[in-house]
């Protein structure tokens, strides 16, 4: 039994895995050094999130208030007059320029082009993009800019991920994994959020739910978490007075309301952002200019309604305090909203998890004066929350992300209801988020379902082909001949096991090389001692009963043939039948039935509905034989 268990352990930390020994995940323990590579990522990501939010700070004070300062400000409160106006666009030729001729990588909120490295790019940033971002985030952000600063810190650490992992002898797939750590440990760091953080890079930038992606990405998160308590500080980041546990059936249909009026409002920004980008793209300026024009209008909402400038930290947490008049709300949602769109449309570098935040804020404050009161600021945090769950169509991360930020363990419930109606209403009218709508525009497609393959399910002694012609090893060419007969052969079999006179497999020939070998036999006059069945036998590479269909289909991929005899796993001369990609294709169209075809399986029968009478039954004639049917049809003649 001991010696049983550390076979077992010892094969595990090999790496080495038993021939059809299944389980529910796969992973190698190439996961613990991608996820030492992890924790080291999370640790610098975490120092580069300080360095950001203090850049952002010296810009800030330096533009707005001429001080040589790092501390996290708001620009409320400047002396700058009109020339406040003028703040903004300074700081957006600065970016232009940047992006110009530095990295066109920087323009954006950042998401959308991580996904894109991704997709595309085998998850290799330029390292020139680890340190432009954040410098161009932070001049954009420091001088006025409506964003917030986690979508720059999602971007520079994963981009910080990506670079360490270029060092490395890497797949894409490892790479892809130490990206979205790094993306994770930076929001991770910026917010205190390290679960959140995990389901962003789930729900948005991992496309897929493995082990091997997960352990390393929540490594990472965790440990960004852990430096950020020493180096920036603990959360909650928004502290809210604490809500009743449940807040009873009205409160939870007011709930529903909120989810719809926040679709509307995620829907509105989402469409908004691209129909100004659009705007952009038919004016006979070169991009580079673009940042600034938008800057223009920032600066003129700034100047009337300052409180829309900057991260909005301190508005969004006076929005969950409850003490936000009824201008402030009007303001924020109004103007935050329009220099929001007109600025990120322009392509200038910042956030959105921020604005989201404050812009539904607002708006579930208003709706607080008319909806049923549970607590100070409730419906600025269920409204933000819906919002932002909205637009990015990742509604765990966004309701775990309004917990982590608030500790208000019991808003979860009410959190839960208004995002999924937000969500639902999200998926239904619009086909992409505001993340991958820009994807999409750049000719991608990602998909954020995440289902299981059939392939992965169905096994190929389930779809296999048993009917299949084999050959003898002494076949002549009498015998051959017939097998090239398109009507002769099942399927038109271009694959043909040979067997020996025992039965055994000893290889395969394909119908192609049959075919070669005939036209060379008529060529030399069609004499039998030409044919050769011997030299067409070549090694076969095989799929067993009890491996899933997807292991076959990746060997065929790997080999290159599309037919593999099936084959004894203990014994593979003993041939049990063929797969091919027909049969994968059954397979497909086995899963497409399971969602299309519909059925009633439970009939209901009311208690005193009358019994439908049923027919007598029809005498029993016997079957024809087919003499008599062949003499019927003679006399129909």
Known sequence: MATTLWQKVVQAFSGEEKQGELGDFTMTPRTLMISLIAIVVGILAAIIALILLRLIGLFTNLLFFQQWNFTLRAPVGNHLGLLVILVPVFGALIVGFMARYGSERIRGHGIPEAMEVILINGSKVEPKVTWLKPLSSAISIGSGGPFGAEGPIIVTGGSLGSMIAQFFHLSNAERKTLLVAGAAA?????????????????????????????????????????????????????????????????????????????????????????????????????????????????????????????????????????????????????????????????????????????????????LGHVLPYEGAGFWSLICMTAVLGGAMRAPLTAIIFSLELTHDINAALPLLIAVIVTHTCMVLTLRRSILTEKVARRGYHISAEYAIDPLEVLFVREVMRTN?????????????????????????????????????????????????????????????????????????????????????????????????????????????????????????????????????????????????QEPPPSPHIPPEDEEDKGRKEMASL
Not at 190 to 209: C, K, N, Q, R
Not at 212 to 226: D, E, H, Q
Not at 282 to 308: D, E, N, R, S, T
Not at 321 to 326: E, H, K, P, Y
């Open 186 to 366: 930076g929001m991770s760091a910026t917010f205190f959020s390290p679960i959140s953080a995990v389901l962003l890079g789930v729900e948005v930038l991992l496309f897929e739910w493995k082990p091997r992606s997960l352990i390393p990405v929540a490594l990472a998160s965790g440990t960004a978490a852990l430096v950020r308590w020493y180096i920036i500080g603990p959360g909650p980041l928004f502290p809210v007075p604490p809500h009743a546990a449940f807040v009873g059936v009205t409160g939870l249909l007011s709930c529903v309301l909120v989810g719809l009026l926040a679709a509307c409002v995620a829907a509105i920004l989402t469409v908004a952002i691209y129909a100004i980008e659009d705007t952009y793209r038919k004016l006979p300026i070169h991009w580079m200019w673009w940042p600034a024009l938008g800057a223009i209008v920032v600066g003129i909402g700034g100047y009337f309604f300052p409180q829309a400038l900057g991260v909005g930290y301190t508005v969004i947490e006076q929005l969950l305090q409850g003490n936000a008049a009824v201008g402030l709300l009007l303001g924020i949602l109004i103007v935050k909203s329009v220099i929001w769109s007109v600025s990120l449309g322009s392509g200038t570098s910042g956030g959105i998890l921020a604005p989201l935040l404050l812009i539904g804020g607002a708006l579930g404050g208003l």
């Open 468 to 612: 299949v012609v084999a050959l003898p090893s002494t076949a002549t060419l009498q015998d051959v001949k017939p097998l090239l007969e398109e009507h002769r052969v099942p399927r038109i079999q271009r694959l043909f096991p040979v067997l020996n006179e025992a039965g055994k497999m000893i290889g395969v020939v394909t119908r192609n090389d049959l075919r070669e070998q005939l036209r060379k036999i008529l060529l030399a006059g069609g004499e039998e001692k030409h044919f050769s069945l011997a030299s067409l036998i070549t090694k076969p590479v095989v799929a067993y009963p009890d491996e899933p269909l997807r292991d076959a289909v990746y060997r065929m991929a790997e080999s290159g043939y599309t037919r593999l005899p099936v084959v004894d796993r203990h014994d593979e001369q003993k041939l049990l039948g063929m797969v091919s990609l027909n049969e994968v294709l059954n397979a497909r169209s086995r899963s497409l039935a399971e969602e299309r075809k519909r059925e009633r399986v439970l009939k209901l029968r009311l208690l005193f509905s009358p019994r439908r």
